[in-house]
């Protein structure tokens, strides 16, 4: 979800359930269905390694490995094949950049509108995006000192760097921090909408599947408080409990706020919140997210980057396996 996840360092690197909506009838055996896949690094899944090594896939973190490519090999084995057009999905991505250019830092590059991949003969659309407009990282750096001592890599800072982190909970409970967020749901709000309106002028027969995004924080706190089997550090590192709960009621209500909005532009809606509460950041060995500071796959030299909250191997396939059990209703619908 980070938004401008690590692009300094990429460039240092190179120079050294768901709900789904009636539409037409697809069968195993048919012909392969036109595929487009948009979204953010939770899409292109950034920390799983090897990630595409062309420039622009590079500063956009992209897996090779990604959720859409584990989703279309796990569907041709069942007899449903997808014609992959492309897949879009962008480290750093807003809502705004599926139908805008999305700058590529710290280069002058400017990666094209993600929405140019779809055409009047796509036939599904497929993705997750919504937190980097919600400024997921940022609320993280207002939450966290550590985050805010020693999480350079991780573009973004705090909303209010005044304020103390472990005031956090205050912060987003009441005041100018409650206000913001209400602000930033808002716009999330239209931008979803238009979205699907843009889905829908574009490839007007097009299957549209928003993915939302995986459990990071668990119902049972306490199990935040102790680091995972191997690690050192507690998973979401120095975030105070009543901090970790305001920040699962956030994620919590995107959630709901993504589940809405695909009802009303007739979308399907994963909803990986619902059934990942038991592969949460927090869940040790059956941890489908890497910790905060947990170090993943991707390295700058020899130097591993953390996970920064986002989805592992675990993950990754969660993710997988019940984006492809949505996509098998939808192409049999």
Same mark, same amino acid.
């Given at each position: 979800m980070m938004r401008g996840l690590l692009v300094t360092s990429v460039v240092v690197v190179v120079c050294a359930g768901s709900v789904v909506p009636a539409a037409a009838e697809h069968t195993p055996g048919d012909e392969a269905v036109s595929t487009v896949f948009f979204g953010d690094s939770y899409t292109a899944n950034f920390g799983i390694a090897p990630f595409h090594e062309e420039i622009e896939e590079l500063l956009c973190f992209r897996a090779r490995e990604n959720y859409p490519a584990v989703v279309v090999r796990q569907l041709a084995e069942q007899g449903s094949a997808l014609d992959v057009a492309s897949d879009r999905s962008c480290g750093g991505a807003l809502i705004e950049h599926f139908w805008t250019g999305?700058?590529?830092?710290?280069?002058?590059?400017?990666?094209?509108?993600?929405?140019?991949?779809?055409?009047?003969?796509?036939?599904?659309?497929?993705?997750?995006?919504?937190?980097?407009t919600l400024g997921f990282s940022s609320i993280l750096k207002q939450c966290s000192q550590k985050l805010r001592d020693e999480g350079q890599l991780l573009p973004g800072a705090p909303f209010d760097g005044a304020e103390p982190a472990a005031r956090c909970a205050?912060?987003?409970?009441?005041?100018?921090?409650?206000?913001?967020?209400?602000?930033?749901?808002?716009?999330?709000?239209?931008? !979803?909408?238009?979205?699907?309106?843009?889905?829908?002028? !574009?490839?007007?027969?097009?299957?549209?599947?928003l993915v939302g995004y995986p459990r990071i924080v668990p119902a049972d706190i306490a199990k935040c408080q102790v680091p995972a089997p191997g690690q050192t550090e507690k998973p979401l590192a120095d975030i105070q409990i009543d901090a970790l709960l305001v920040f699962d009621k956030v994620q919590e209500r995107l959630n709901d706020l993504m589940r809405t909005k695909a009802a009303e532009g007739n979308a399907a809606f994963v909803d990986l919140y619902a059934v990942t509460g038991d592969h949460t950041a927090c869940d040790g060995d059956d941890r489908g997210i890497g910790g905060l500071f947990e170090l993943s796959q991707v390295k700058l030299g020899e130097q591993n980057l953390p996970w920064y909250l986002h989805p592992n191997t675990h993950g990754r396939d969660l993710q997988a396996q019940h984006v492809t059990a949505a996509l098998q209703g939808a192409l049999r619908r």
């Open positions: 999305q700058p590529l830092p710290p280069t002058n590059l400017t990666r094209p509108p993600q929405q140019e991949a779809l055409g009047t003969d796509t036939e599904l659309v497929v993705g997750s995006i919504g937190g980097n205050v912060y987003f409970s009441q005041g100018d921090g409650k206000e913001l967020l209400d602000k930033l749901f808002e716009k999330a709000d239209g931008e !979803l909408a238009e979205l699907f309106n843009q889905i829908g002028r !574009l490839s007007p027969e097009a299957k549209a599947v």
